[in-house]
């Protein structure tokens, strides 16, 4: 089997956990049961949500490729907590905006420039990774002393939203491949 074939290849669908939504830049995050993804612009009611004037065009994307939402490894979320020596963690205080399960998130990075991996949400929203989350130095207040390196590689993943709609709590995550020509 090549490596096009391998990375097509998921045993499951995820499914999304959890929701969070920041009101405010540096806010608390509030977890809600469903939220709107807007393409090209990010979440309602999310800080980070982009004007429409900037929203990038289809696949390719005019502009900027920074992240319109952010996705956690709900698997992590035991290991963030056992390097902090906790018996859990609020998936809350990690400032992303989905928590998945099921699927490993990592394997939704395209490797190439011709075919993308893309995450399809529920029947119509599509998201497209950016690339790992690097954590931020709140991760020290909220998590407390070692809180930044216990969250090094589990910080989660970017992605931009190709394709709006409305994502809820239980909606299936499906990995595909898209040609890019």
Known sequence: MDLRSLISRFVQAGRIEAIYLRPEHRGQTLKVPAATALAGRGLQGDHSVKPATLAPQGMHGAGNQRPHVTLIQAEHLPV??????????????????????????????????????????????????????????????????????????????????????????????????????
Not at 91 to 96: Q, Y
Not at 107 to 134: H, W, Y
Not at 153 to 173: F, K, N, P, S
């Open 80 to 181: 963030i907590a056992t390097l902090l020596a906790k018996p859990e963690v609020d998936a809350g205080l990690l400032r992303r905006n989905l928590v998945v399960s099921g699927i490993n998130l990592l394997a939704s990075k395209t490797l190439f420039a011709d075919q993308a991996m893309v995450l399809r949400i529920g029947a119509d929203v599509i998201l497209q990774a950016t690339g790992p989350c690097e954590p931020c130095s709140r991760m020290e207040q909220v998590l407390g002393a070692g809180g930044y390196n216990a969250m090094r590689g589990h910080g989660g993943m970017g992605a931009r939203i190709l394709v709006g709609g409305t994502i809820q709590a239980g909606d299936a995550v499906t990995p595909e491949m898209r040609s890019m020509v």
